[in-house]
């Protein structure tokens, strides 16, 4: 079945960097854009950004544009998401999910990024 | 980028009906398939209904969506202990080529 397991987070100080991976299995990676949502402490979904099944596309939320960097390895199943000059705004829990037509069909267990000086 | 427009809180009792309703524009609801999410605290957000109205297997009956111009709703019926979670709705914008998820409804059960 499919799985989809986000590793990465942690405590990061503010203005440095992070890099989250997704890993995934029990599918044909390739075939299928990918996207990052994350849920910050007491806030709802918030999108970040997809990237198209041959990562020929990408597009982010206007909050991470010019600072996060989407990205993926179809060689070695994995999406990436790099995350720059990191601010306290950006502290949540980050999701990747598999994009099925116009929906998120499998979400990962998410991993929490935590912003603090 | 705007959220699409969620009701922030619905309650009924239980065996009741709620809707759930979210508004868009005609660059995302108008132009773009629906689907909703049910989110319960620490744990993973599980797809409700997709392409407006289509329910992923293992979704009961209780959940419908339907999509009526820039307006989308969410139907849960013999309301349940279990349904109290989060629901959002999402879509893709075509304006902006970007996703938008609405601001989330808590469904409280009497």
């Known amino acids: 079945q499919v799985h989809l397991v986000e590793s990465g987070g942690g405590v990061v100080q503010p203005g440095r960097s992070l890099r989250l991976s997704c890993a995934a299995s029990?599918?044909?990676?390739?075939?299928?854009?990918m996207h990052w949502v994350r849920q910050a402490p007491g806030k709802g979904l918030e999108w970040v950004a997809v990237?198209?099944?041959?990562?020929?596309?990408?597009y982010y939320a206007d909050s991470v544009r010019g600072r996060f960097t989407i990205s993926r390895d179809n060689s070695k199943n994995t999406l990436y998401l790099q995350m720059n000059s990191l601010r306290a705004e950006d502290m949540a829990v980050y999701y990747c999910?598999?994009?099925?037509?116009?929906?998120?069909?499998?979400w990962g267990q998410g991993t929490l990024v935590n912003v603090s000086s | 980028q705007s959220a699409l427009t969620q009701p922030p809180s619905v309650s009924a009792s239980p065996g009741q009906k709620v809707t759930i309703s979210c508004s868009g524009s005609?660059?995302?609801?108008?132009?773009?398939?629906v689907s909703w999410y049910q989110h319960l605290p620490g744990t993973v957000p599980k797809p409700l209904i997709y392409?407006?109205?289509k329910r992923p297997s293992g979704i009961p009956d209780r959940f419908s969506g339907s999509k009526s111009g820039t307006s989308a709703t969410l139907g849960i019926t013999g309301l349940q202990t279990g349904d109290e979670a989060d629901y959002y709705c999402?879509?893709?914008?075509?304006?902006?080529?970007?996703?938008?998820f609405g601001g989330g409804t808590k469904v409280t059960v009497l």
């Open positions: 999910a598999r994009s099925q037509g116009q929906q998120m069909d499998h």
């Open positions: 029990g599918f044909t990676f390739r075939n299928y854009g």
């Open positions: 990237i198209w099944y041959d990562g020929s596309e990408k």
């Open positions: 005609s660059s995302n609801i108008g132009y773009n398939y």
């Open positions: 392409e407006n109205d």
């Open positions: 999402g879509t893709w914008d075509s304006s902006l080529s970007a996703w938008m």
